[in-house]
């Protein structure tokens, strides 16, 4: 079973709620924290990172001494990493999305393939909850080449904690999951951008629940919203000043708060029975 947890924004708890979910699961589970720019489940879940693993990226490598100057690879270099100054070429590495294009329609093999490092996978266990966490390095532009290395370590029971949002980076951590839970809070802000996170997992086929987080602030229109899309409100967080004080303190509130630990628990088993497709 792999469930996605994801927000349309930051600062709504999606992280507190994917560790918190991964420390209540009976089994063992996978934590990916795929939010590669800034991951931070490691703050609250505190692993031993065990391995490190660079990420590469495939870019072109140019030998002068093959090229005619035709400019066939600006031809079909869709995101403008080439320029052709008479035979000389410049690539323009972090522009490169590594598609391969200039390498395969070059006439003159005047391009192969060479690697560029763009982030890291680092492993690592925290009790029974096995954790992977990307990491871009600084500079970079491209997260989604990252995420999908992360994606290959994912087993029978794995928890995503996804990226805010609903760019590209976000799709590529939920897409093929089993069960997207969104994370919201009930203010206008928060219908907004859950309204929009909604409408692209219904494009991309994946069942979601919603989890209110401060649920005693703000309105009823987020639930309202739900009730009208057929949208199941799995779970409600309130504003909590216990909550607060175990966040505060970098301790996943499960762990000082039984009754919490129960209730994520029967969430995870309440995913496991019906709440994903098969």
């Not at 031809?75 to 035979?87: D, M, N, Q, S």
């Not at 409100?233 to 762990?255: C, H, M, N, Q, T």
């Not at 009754?259 to 029967?266: C, E, I, N, T, Y």
Request: aromatic letters at 6%; hydrophobic letters at 45%.
């Amino acid at each position: 079973m792999i469930v996605a947890v994801a927000s349309g924004k930051g600062g709504v708890g999606k992280t507190t709620v994917a560790v918190n979910l991964a420390l209540a699961a009976e089994e063992e589970v996978i934590l990916l924290d795929s939010d590669v720019e800034e991951p931070n489940a490691h703050l609250l879940l505190r692993p031993e990172i065990e391995k490190e693993t660079p990420v590469p990226l495939l870019v072109p490598v140019f030998h002068r001494e093959r090229c005619t100057g035709c400019g066939k690879c600006i031809e079909v270099c869709a995101y403008h990493a080439l320029a052709l100054i008479g035979r000389e070429l410049l690539i323009f590495d972090k522009m490169c999305h590594a598609c391969g294009g200039c390498i395969y329609f070059c006439p003159e093999k005047a391009l192969t393939e060479g690697e560029r490092v763009i982030g890291i996978l680092q492993e690592g266990r925290a009790g029974k909850v096995r954790f992977v966490q990307g990491r871009m390095s600084v500079g970079e532009a491209l997260a989604v080449p990252v995420i999908k290395k992360l994606r290959e370590k994912q087993g029978a029971h794995t928890i995503i904690d996804c990226p805010p949002g609903t760019s590209c980076p976000v799709i590529q951590a939920v897409k093929g999951a089993d069960f997207c839970l969104v994370v919201t809070e009930p203010t206008p802000f928060g219908q907004h951008d859950l309204r929009l996170l909604i409408e692209m997992l219904r494009v991309l086929k994946v069942p979601a629940g919603v989890i209110i987080n401060r649920a005693d602030l703000g309105d009823e229109e987020v639930e309202e919203y739900c009730r009208q899309e057929g949208i199941p409100v799995l779970l409600k967080i309130p504003f909590d000043l216990e909550i607060a004080r175990s966040f505060a303190a970098g301790v996943p509130f499960v762990a000082r708060l039984p009754r919490w630990r129960q209730a994520f628990s029967d969430l995870w088993q309440r995913l496991k029975r019906k709440g994903v497709r098969a």
